[in-house]
């Protein structure tokens, strides 16, 4: 299935953050013309470890220095459109108001950007690409993520070890493979100039008519998937990549799909317990850097009707408080019609900050976005404390990755190396096998 993203409905891209989808196959790494290093299995070494005070100093720091429009534009992550930093884009032009990707990330302060398959060509142009977009990030560098869950759901599958899929993964029994890939495709990741990954799925894929997450899910056996997901959070953080796992409170027993409608899930929360919350106990319990929002109706943990994004007895009540997630909580696609049934685009993103998220993902129109929420600031409906705690929590992701204050450069010679390396093939098709 496809989304369309682009003023007259031309340019379509695969689902946004949460949805299935492949992308083009069967484009080869390019280093430049250069021959490629010996292959590298393991990340870029992180700056030396700091203490917490000086961590904390640091983030403080950087806070401490931004307006209220800087510190909104923190919580955005929208698509832009181009393959490099300046790339001229009417479709940049006609969402934003500026028509190259640097210009777009200057008038907004945004604090991330999200890549999908139009923005990559090959190895040299992306690390090109993410490496200009942190340069126009000025002061405080970029959340620059994907989606790489691997199988169908696989962004950078272009450049990237083909690695199977979480559904593969599981039926290996095997929660070392799940960390193995986690860091093979983290590494790959963070050799390109991206440091956030929207996966591992922790969903349990109990409704064999799911529509939307399938064999994206390492299965339908709670205990098992939580073991593979505490073992992808363990991978990613080895690479030094953010993990999130997604999609809270649990998408895996619906048989409608929020791209295109809004689900409710049926189970008590007796059954939420046992079936929904252990993979997200165990990704916590795993340290993971981001939570990511399912937009779905769960009656028996909200009964307000609105989607899980815009729930404050979700994502402050239980993500938070009762499972004591002190990490970033990210929105799935705010484009998604899952969550843009009740209110306008303006209204979602400021019901999404009350209810307790911090990154604002994809939304559909992030200058209304954007100006409601300044304006929700200004007017007190959402307290500078408030915002504060969001910026303070992405702020303190970047930092925990080795990105602030200043992020480190990506490499083309280096990243032909890692990229589709033959520890990593073999890897892959070991997990096959």
């Not at 492949?22 to 292959?39: F, R």
């Not at 979700?314 to 484009?335: E, M, P, W, Y």
């Amino acid at each position: 299935m496809l989304r369309r993203i682009g003023t007259a409905g031309l340019l379509s891209i695969a689902l946004t953050a949460c949805g299935a989808g492949g992308s083009p196959a069967g484009a080869t790494p390019t280093g430049g013309g250069k021959a490629a290093p010996p292959a590298q299995t393991t990340p870029p070494q992180a700056p030396p470890p700091t203490t917490p005070q000086a961590r904390q100093d640091a983030v403080e720091r950087a806070l401490a220095k931004m307006s209220v429009e800087e510190k909104v534009g923190q919580l955005f992550m929208p698509v832009l459109y181009g393959t490099a930093a300046d790339t001229l884009s009417g479709e940049n032009q006609a969402r934003y108001g500026a028509q190259t990707p640097a210009k777009v990330i200057a008038k907004y302060h945004l604090g991330g950007v999200i890549l999908f398959p139009h923005n990559i060509k090959g190895v040299g142009q992306v690390v090109g690409l993410t490496n200009g977009l942190q340069r126009a990030s000025g002061d405080v560098p970029l959340l620059i993520g994907t989606d790489q869950e691997n199988g169908l759901v696989a962004r950078m599958s272009a450049l990237m070890t083909d690695f199977p899929g979480a559904a593969e993964i599981g039926a290996t029994k095997n929660p070392d493979r799940a960390r193995a890939v986690a860091k093979a495709t983290g590494a790959e990741l963070r050799a390109l100039g991206v440091n956030l990954d929207f996966a591992p799925v922790a969903d349990v894929n109990v409704n064999p008519k799911n529509p939307v997450i399938g064999r994206r899910a390492y299965g339908d056996d709670p205990a098992r998937v939580a073991k593979m997901v505490a073992a992808a959070v363990k991978g990613f953080d080895e690479a030094k990549v953010a993990a999130t796992a997604k999609h809270f409170p649990g998408h895996g027993d619906t048989d409608v799909d929020s791209h295109t409608g809004l689900p409710v899930i049926k189970h008590t929360k007796a059954q939420w317990e046992k079936i929904d919350a252990p993979p997200f106990r165990a990704a916590i319990d795993a340290g993971v850097d981001a939570v990511m929002s399912a937009h779905l109706v769960f009656p028996k943990l909200d009964p307000s009707g609105d989607p899980a994004t815009l729930s404050k007895p979700i994502l402050t009540g239980l993500l938070r408080q009762k499972l004591g997630f002190k990490g970033v909580i990210s929105t799935d696609a705010l484009n998604m019609e899952g969550v843009r049934k009740k209110y306008n685009d303006g209204e979602i993103a400021v019901r999404a900050v009350l209810a307790g998220a911090d990154l604002l993902l994809m939304p559909n129109d992030l200058p209304k976005a954007y100006r409601a929420v300044v304006a929700a600031v200004r007017s007190g409906r959402i307290s500078k404390e408030r915002l504060d705690q969001s910026v303070t929590r992405l702020l303190t992701l970047k930092q925990d990755k080795g990105y602030l204050p200043e992020a480190p450069a990506a490499d083309a010679e280096r990243a032909a190396g890692v990229l589709r390396s033959a520890a990593h093939r073999k890897l892959a098709a070991q997990v096959t096998r």
